[in-house]
């Protein structure tokens, strides 16, 4: 939990260094400003699509009718490990295609600052470029929903 925080904690400084970097350039180079502005939308919509995916795994674990410290033999084991396994492959799913996601945009963003920067008609064919990056996450997001609409816990022993 706190290694969770920490990553947390860089994130947030990273994104917050990058919005501090972003606007020093602006003041020097202000076309290069709407360039870098579009990679950092995207790799924020990235990460919200694991956001949205942690409320659904999250939504799915549901609290057991007789609460007991130890669970009898006549409860569905077989069933809760298909549902852990469901929430971790759609979680890993997710998290892998942000990973990739990012990197990509972060690529084209780069490459979409650069050609700005020596050729101002090259935005636009770039910036399509990087959408189609973007748009693995939304695949990604996509295919951790229906991986993880199979997944229940049971709450309640079979009979």
Known sequence: MVGTGVIATCRIFKVILRWILMHFTALFFPLIYYSLISSVIFC??????????????ANKVKKPESPAYFLDDAWDFPGYYYAGYGMFSSGLSVGLTNIASGVSVGIAGSSCAIGDAQDPSLFVKVLIVEIFASALGIFGIIVGIIQSNSCSFPIAALG
């Open 44 to 57: 924020e919509a990235t990460a919200i699509y694991g956001v949205i995916m942690a409320i659904i795994l």
